[in-house]
């Protein structure tokens, strides 16, 4: 599903223009990844394991843009790439259609203005408009700050994965199964 453009003001006064992302940004969608990947060990892969090339970044935006029961939205501040949303399926069958994950994500430079609250705003907002009734995610066991955004949006811990993330290091980290009804 596409997101019409829409223009929010930062916490620093500065402008964040949200949009989905469409096949031009293929290149700085991969470079954002990397970077937010590599920033934190929050993210679910390391910023070495894209690879995907921008035909298929690309390919893959339009399919998102052209299906109506998923959406990506992206933030731009001051045309970086600084942060995105994206709500997905969790299956087209009938038993679980009802149900959708979220994944989001900032670069650590932009954090603390108000943009994860945003992309977290307009998302759900798509999800229940895409008839959803229900959005999962899953959270690093000490991603505090993530799931204070979260608690802030109704959502609820539902369970706790254990081990579910290892670090290269050997460090295991528990999962943080958090969910909402709308």
């Known amino acids: 599903m596409y ?3 829409k223009e929010i003001k930062l916490k620093n006064n ?4 949200l949009r989905s992302p ?15 990947s590599e920033e934190t060990h929050f993210m679910a892969r390391y910023g070495k394991e894209f690879h995907i090339s921008p035909e298929e970044e690309a390919n893959m ?12 939205i992206a ?21 679980m259609k009802h149900r959708t994950s979220l994944g989001i994500a900032v670069l650590k430079k ?3 203005l108000g943009i994860g609250s945003a992309l977290m705003t307009e998302g759900l907002d798509m999800a229940e408009k895409m008839g959803f009734s ?12 993530a799931q204070s955004l979260y608690k802030k949006f109704d ?8 081990n579910a993330y290892r670090l290269v290091d050997g460090t295991y980290y528990d999962e943080i199964v958090m969910g909402r009804i709308f």
């Open 3 to 5: 997101f019409t453009e």
């Open 22 to 36: 469409n096949e031009q940004d293929a290149e700085a969608m991969i470079s954002y990844l990397c970077q937010a």
């Open 61 to 72: 935006l339009r399919k998102i843009a052209e299906d109506d029961r998923q959406i990506m």
């Open 155 to 162: 959502f609820k811990k539902w369970g706790t994965i254990q």
């Open 134 to 145: 229900q959005i999962e995610l899953g959270v690093y066991s000490d991603n505090l700050k």
């Open 75 to 95: 933030a731009f501040v001051e045309g970086v790439l600084a942060g995105n949303i994206g709500i997905h399926p969790v299956s087209p069958h009938i038993k």
């Open 110 to 112: 932009y954090w603390q």
């Open 14 to 17: 500065t402008k964040c223009i």
